[in-house]
């Protein structure tokens, strides 16, 4: 339903592009969120992408450096990361929902019905 691509190994600055491609019941979703999971911590919300109504959401620490965007003919969202950091090092997901929550609890994983398989960023200093 979700394919999460795009990881790799970057030296610290560097960027990476990740996509999340729907399918299935998926394509029907009304937000699509990256979270993230780095070794001994907790899954992370990092960027929250709506299709239609409401502006990307971003946690504090990606703010200025991830973008998130969507080429609708693929069906696939895209977060673009740049000046990566060794602290973005994680497995990188994204999540679907078909109905919208609101901006303020995007980044919780919990609301989420669809997920990803994963895509490992490792981020080297």
């Known amino acids: 339903q979700l394919q999460a691509s795009g990881g790799g190994l970057v030296q610290a600055g560097g960027s990476l592009r990740l996509s999340c491609a729907a399918s299935?019941?998926?394509?029907?979703?009304?937000?699509i969120t990256w979270f993230r999971q780095a070794p001994g911590k907790e899954r992370e919300g990092v960027s929250c992408?709506?299709?239609?109504?409401?502006?990307?959401v971003y946690t504090d620490s990606v703010r200025g450096r991830f973008t998130v965007s969507r080429d609708n003919a693929k069906n696939t969202v895209y977060l673009q990361m740049n000046r990566l950091k060794p602290e973005d090092t994680a497995v990188y997901f994204c999540?679907?929902?078909?109905?919208?929550?609101?901006?303020?609890?995007?980044?919780?994983?919990?609301?989420?019905?669809?997920w990803g398989q994963g895509t490992k960023v490792t981020v080297s200093s």
């Open positions: 299935g019941s998926a394509l029907h979703w009304a937000l």
């Open positions: 992408h709506y299709r239609s109504g409401s502006s990307a």
């Open positions: 999540a679907a929902r078909t109905v919208r929550v609101p901006t303020g609890v995007c980044l919780n994983s919990i609301y989420y019905d669809y």
